[in-house]
């Protein structure tokens, strides 16, 4: 067992995502089906990076929900709690020229939605309001299943297309 007395990376803690839940415009709540972290599968059921412990350019959380990413223009409301792990006196992290495209799948073809996000990236710190903030997006008004890592689904995509959360110490 060892223990470092120098922090590894020079940088804001990231955010732990502790809960992901989504609400159709129908007002109900919709499980997230799969999600991956780039083609990594992520546990739901416990804390996780959105773009893994050192986020950079291309990376991408693909989200699945037959509930809600398959109705043509509902209105989607991903609600986001960060971990307790992020403690209450950490400033929240400020990605620099960090832009994030969402997009949804229509059979082979990647769509872009427009988002309205409170959460600032995912950045936003656990004693904001709301604590961790929401993204609202509106699917679009055709849709069809596709393929993402071998599971076919209604997906949809964030990936980082610019900028990053910080880099590590040198």
């Known amino acids: 067992r060892a223990h ?4 590894l990376m020079n940088v804001s803690p990231l955010p732990h995502i502790e809960a992901l839940t989504l609400r159709v415009s129908v007002d109900r709540d919709a499980a997230i089906d799969e999600a991956f972290f780039n083609s990594l599968p992520l546990d ?6 959105p773009f893994g412990a ?3 350019l291309a990376d991408t959380l693909y989200l699945a929900s037959e509930a809600a990413f398959s109705k043509p223009g509902a209105t989607i409301t991903l ?15 400020n990605p620099r020229d960090l832009e994030l495209r969402w997009e949804a799948l229509q059979g082979r073809q990647w769509i872009p939605v427009q988002v309205a996000d ?4 995912f950045s936003i710190g656990r004693n904001s309001s709301p604590p961790g903030g929401e993204i ?22 964030v990936r980082i297309i610019k900028g990053n959360y910080g880099t ?3």
């Not at 739901?44 to 990076?49: E, I, N, P, T, V």
């Not at 609600?79 to 992290?93: G, Y």
């Not at 409170?118 to 990236?121: C, D, I, K, N």
């Not at 993402?148 to 209604?154: E, L, P």
Request: glycine residues 6%; without cysteine; aromatic residues 8%.
């Open 79 to 93: 609600r986001i709690e960060l971990s307790e792990e992020i403690l209450s006196d950490d400033p929240p992290v």
């Open 118 to 121: 409170t959460s600032q990236h």
């Open 4 to 7: 470092l007395r120098t922090p």
């Open 54 to 56: 050192e986020p950079k």
């Open 168 to 170: 590590p110490a040198h």
């Open 136 to 157: 609202r997006f509106t699917m679009p008004d055709r849709l069809e299943p596709g393929v993402v890592n071998g599971v076919t689904g209604s997906w949809v995509r």
């Open 44 to 49: 739901l059921s416990k804390d996780f990076y």
